[in-house]
Every structure is written in structure tokens, then in C-alpha cells.
């Protein structure tokens, strides 16, 4: 069935690099993505989302690209700090399916290391 | 303001015995859903409402009920828990359902769920 994945179960980076985490999408009718961050023991938290109709969009010291060519989705972080570090995941709204649910991916696990 | 809140923080069952998670949000939000979140998974939805009164079934139902008996609260029971349904928990609101405008949704800290 339509799915969201991540390429990388885990990511290490050096403090102060940038990271860059992936997510694949399948379904082409998707309209509006979310880039969720979880940190152990808590709740995921929202980070930022983006509609079909951008290919970028930007906050503080993340950015969200979308490719709908290839229908991917990626979350830049600028300037790692060990506060980063966490579980990260997309989410997606298949409108296709004509739901009011998103589909969650498994996450990507993010290590900063000092 | 405290957003989406969640009891218990933790619970163990035996298997068998029932339970009621409660989820509570302070933000007026018309839709709530419940999750359950696996290792090695992504959240997996069990229920969810659009509004006060009424229910709906998502990818995991069997084994759950809920109710939302008012705008604010989502209750999830477990009549008969099972081994299967050891698990994290997560409540989460969002103003209006996907395809609205505001469709983020804000999650509670979660209930993790350890059943014997």
C-alpha cells in the first residue's frame, strides 16, 4: 500500500555541521507534508511543514525541500547542536485518499556528537 | 495554556484486564486522534474524531474503543488487553482535519503500555 519511508534509519554528525535528512513519499496526490521531531520519552514535535505548490521553504535553521518529481522530501539543519539530536520523521496527507489522516514515516535517528 | 495532555504516563496490565487512557486538549481543537507508536514503526492511528460525538476507525482499530463525550476529551479503553497492545500511546489534536487550513498536529507526551 502507499507508504512514507526514510532512506537513513540513523545519522551521525559533528556538532556545528549541517544535516540533511531524507524521506520518500509514493503518493503523487500528496499535497501537504510535516517534518516532525520526537526526542526520548516525549511526543513528536512539529518542526515544519510545506504544500505541494513550494519546493522550498525555510525557518530557523531548518529547511524543508519537496520534489515531487522524484517525490521526495528532505529537512536540512543548519549548524547542528546536541539539542538536535532525536528521532526525525515526515508525515504525509494522501488527499488521493480523500482522508482527513496523515500517514506517519518511521523515522530517522539523528546523533550529534561533540 | 498546557496543549494536549495524557494519563497515565505509564501503566502495566496484566492480560485481560481493562483500562482507559484519557487525553485532554485546552486548545479548542475540533479533531483528535489516538496513535500507537511501535519500535521499528511509524504512529500507527487507531481512532480519531472530527468533532464532539463522533468516532471514527483508523488503521488499528480492533482491540480499542474511545469516545468523546466532550469537545475537549478523547477517551481510549482496552476491554481485554493483550501482549500485542504493549505499546506507546499518543494523543494528538489539530484545530481542523488534513485538507483545512490548519492542519499541524500538536501530540500529547504519550502513555507507555506494558501488558503481561
Known amino acids: 500500500g502507499e507508504s512514507v519511508g526514510l532512506h537513513l534509519p540513523t545519522l551521525s554528525v559533528q556538532e556545528g555541521d549541517n544535516s540533511i535528512i531524507n524521506c520518500a513519499y509514493s503518493?503523487?496526490?500528496?499535497?501537504?507534508f510535516i517534518w516532525y521531531k520526537q526526542e526520548s520519552g516525549k511526543g513528536p514535535q512539529f518542526i515544519i511543514d510545506?504544500?505541494?505548490?513550494?519546493d522550498k521553504r525555510q525557518g530557523q535553521r531548518v529547511t524543508v525541500l519537496l520534489n515531487k518529481t522524484v517525490k521526495h522530501l528532505s529537512l536540512q539543519i543548519a549548524a547542528t547542536q546536541p539539542g538536535d539530536s532525536a528521532v526525525y520523521f515526515c508525515?504525509?496527507?494522501?488527499?488521493?485518499?480523500?482522508?482527513?489522516?496523515?500517514?506517519f514515516g518511521t523515522g530517522t535517528r539523528l546523533q550529534v556528537f561533540p | 495554556n498546557a496543549g494536549v495532555t495524557q494519563t497515565p504516563k505509564f501503566r502495566v496490565l496484566k492480560t485481560g484486564q481493562s483500562m482507559t487512557l484519557l487525553c485532554a486538549q485546552d486548545?479548542?481543537?475540533?479533531?483528535m486522534y489516538w496513535y500507537r507508536q511501535d519500535p521499528g514503526m511509524g504512529l500507527r492511528l487507531i481512532h480519531y474524531?472530527?468533532?464532539?460525538?463522533?468516532?471514527a476507525k483508523g488503521e488499528v482499530p480492533d482491540g480499542y474503543n474511545v469516545s468523546r463525550l466532550k469537545k475537549q476529551n478523547f477517551l481510549l479503553g482496552l476491554e481485554s488487553a493483550a501482549p500485542s497492545q504493549t505499546s506507546v500511546y499518543f494523543c494528538?489534536?489539530?484545530?481542523?482535519?488534513?485538507?483545512?487550513?490548519?492542519?499541524?498536529?500538536?501530540f500529547g507526551p504519550g502513555t507507555r503500555l506494558l501488558v503481561l
Open positions: 494528538a489534536s489539530t484545530l481542523l482535519g488534513a485538507g483545512g487550513p490548519e492542519e499541524t498536529q500538536y
Open positions: 486548545m479548542n481543537h475540533e479533531y
Open positions: 503518493n503523487s496526490a500528496s499535497d501537504y
Open positions: 474524531s472530527v468533532g464532539e460525538g463522533t468516532t
Open positions: 508525515a504525509e496527507n494522501p488527499y488521493s485518499y480523500n482522508t482527513d489522516k496523515l500517514i
Open positions: 510545506i504544500r505541494s505548490n513550494m
